[in-house]
C-alpha cells in the first residue's frame, strides 16, 4: 500500500521543523471557530473532502464517497469515508490560528486534484473575471418532473417492447399483451404500436446516444470519473431519458454542489 500522504504534499514519515504550538485561545470562541468550519466544509466542499481522503489517504473514489468532516484542529482533518471509518489528515505545517484553515484547505484541494490528474483549478486574475465558475459534481439528482419521469418510462417501454418483440415474447401476435392490451393502442392497435415501434426506435437510439456522449464530457469536467457508481446515474439516466438529464445535471452545477474552480465547461 502506498504511504498516505500529508497535507502539505510530502510523503516523508519526518516533520521538517519543529510543530507550531497553537496559542492560548478561549474554548467557546475555539469551539465556535471549529463548528463554523466543520458546518462550510461539509455543506459547500463535500467533493474536496472526497478528493483529500483518495489523495492523502488513498482510498478509491467510491470508497471516499459521502465523506463527512467530523473533527478538524490546528493539526489535522478527521474525516469518514463512505464506510463511516474515519480518517485522519495530518496539517503539517500545524495552522497557528483558524485564519490559517481557509487558504491551507485549498491548497490541499489543488495539491489533491493535481495528484490524481483531476481538472486544476484556475485562479482568476481578478474579482470582476468573467469566467464561470467550475463546480466538482458529486451529487445525482433523480426524476421528479412529471414529464421526465413520463420520457424515461416510454424509452424504457419503447426499448424494452422492441427486444421483446424482436425475440418472439410478449409484443408478438397471438400472445396474450398484444391481444388484450395493446388492442386498445389509439394509433391503429397493437399493429400500429408495432409499425409506430418500428420507426422510432432507431432514431431515439441515436439522438438518446449523442446525447450521452455529450453527457460522458460534461461528467469529465465536472471531475466524475469513468465507471463510479455515480458516473452510471449520470450516463443511464441520459440514455433512458435524454436532455431532462441533462437540464438536472445543470441545476446541481448551477446550484454549486462541489468545489468551485475558475474556468469554462468543456464538452469534450
Same mark, same amino acid.
Given at each position: 500500500?502506498?504511504?498516505?500522504?500529508?497535507?502539505?504534499?510530502?510523503?516523508?514519515?519526518?516533520?521538517?521543523?519543529?510543530?507550531?504550538?497553537?496559542?492560548?485561545?478561549?474554548?467557546?470562541?475555539?469551539?465556535?471557530?471549529?463548528?463554523?468550519?466543520?458546518?462550510?466544509?461539509?455543506?459547500?466542499?463535500?467533493?474536496? #473532502?472526497? !478528493?483529500?481522503?483518495?489523495?492523502?489517504?488513498? !482510498?478509491?473514489?467510491?470508497?471516499?464517497?459521502?465523506?463527512?468532516?467530523?473533527?478538524?484542529?490546528?493539526?489535522?482533518?478527521?474525516?469518514?469515508?463512505?464506510?463511516?471509518?474515519?480518517?485522519?489528515?495530518?496539517?503539517?505545517?500545524?495552522?497557528?490560528?483558524?485564519?490559517?484553515?481557509?487558504?491551507?484547505?485549498?491548497?490541499?484541494?489543488?495539491?489533491?486534484?493535481?495528484?490524481?490528474?483531476?481538472?486544476?483549478?484556475?485562479?482568476?486574475?481578478?474579482?470582476?473575471?468573467?469566467?464561470?465558475?467550475?463546480?466538482?459534481?458529486?451529487?445525482?439528482?433523480?426524476?421528479?418532473?412529471?414529464?421526465?419521469?413520463?420520457?424515461?418510462?416510454?424509452?424504457?417501454?419503447?426499448?424494452?417492447?422492441?427486444?421483446?418483440?424482436?425475440?418472439?415474447?410478449?409484443?408478438?401476435?397471438?400472445?396474450?399483451?398484444?391481444?388484450?392490451?395493446?388492442?386498445?393502442?389509439? #394509433?391503429?392497435?397493437?399493429?400500429?404500436?408495432?409499425? !409506430?415501434?418500428?420507426?422510432?426506435?432507431?432514431?431515439?437510439?441515436?439522438?438518446?446516444?449523442?446525447?450521452?456522449?455529450?453527457?460522458?464530457?460534461?461528467?469529465?469536467?465536472?471531475?466524475?470519473?469513468?465507471?463510479?457508481? #455515480?458516473?452510471?446515474?449520470?450516463?443511464?439516466?441520459?440514455? #433512458?431519458?435524454?436532455?431532462?438529464?441533462?437540464?438536472?445535471?445543470?441545476?446541481?452545477?448551477?446550484?454549486?454542489?462541489?468545489?468551485?474552480?475558475?474556468?469554462?465547461?468543456?464538452?469534450?
Amino acid at each position: 500500500m502506498a504511504t498516505p500522504r500529508r497535507a502539505n504534499g510530502s510523503t516523508s514519515s519526518k516533520d521538517t521543523a519543529a510543530p507550531i504550538q497553537s496559542p492560548a485561545r478561549s474554548q467557546p470562541k475555539d469551539d465556535a471557530m471549529k463548528a463554523r468550519i466543520i458546518k462550510h466544509m461539509n455543506t459547500d466542499h463535500a467533493a474536496s #473532502l472526497s !478528493l483529500y481522503l483518495r489523495h492523502y489517504r488513498n !482510498l478509491s473514489a467510491s470508497a471516499a464517497e459521502n465523506p463527512k468532516l467530523v473533527d478538524v484542529s490546528y493539526s489535522s482533518l478527521t474525516i469518514t469515508s463512505a464506510d463511516g471509518t474515519p480518517h485522519e489528515i495530518p496539517l503539517e505545517p500545524q495552522l497557528q490560528s483558524w485564519a490559517d484553515a481557509r487558504p491551507r484547505v485549498v491548497a490541499m484541494d489543488r495539491d489533491a486534484r493535481a495528484g490524481l490528474g483531476l481538472l486544476p483549478p484556475l485562479e482568476a486574475s481578478d474579482e470582476h473575471d468573467s469566467a464561470p465558475a467550475k463546480v466538482m459534481v458529486t451529487a445525482y439528482d433523480a426524476p421528479t418532473a412529471p414529464f421526465h419521469v413520463f420520457m424515461i418510462g416510454m424509452v424504457a417501454f419503447l426499448f424494452g417492447g422492441y427486444f421483446a418483440r424482436r425475440n418472439g415474447y410478449w409484443l408478438v401476435p397471438g400472445a396474450w399483451y398484444w391481444k388484450n392490451v395493446m388492442v386498445y393502442f389509439p #394509433l391503429g392497435g397493437a399493429e400500429g404500436y408495432a409499425w !409506430l415501434q418500428g420507426k422510432l426506435v432507431v432514431p431515439v437510439v441515436l439522438v438518446h446516444g449523442a446525447e450521452t456522449l455529450w453527457m460522458v464530457g460534461r461528467l469529465r469536467a465536472h471531475g466524475v470519473r469513468m465507471g463510479t457508481g #455515480l458516473w452510471w446515474k449520470w450516463v443511464g439516466a441520459t440514455f #433512458l431519458e435524454g436532455f431532462g438529464a441533462h437540464q438536472r445535471f445543470s441545476a446541481v452545477v448551477k446550484r454549486g454542489g462541489g468545489v468551485k474552480s475558475r474556468g469554462r465547461e468543456r464538452s469534450s
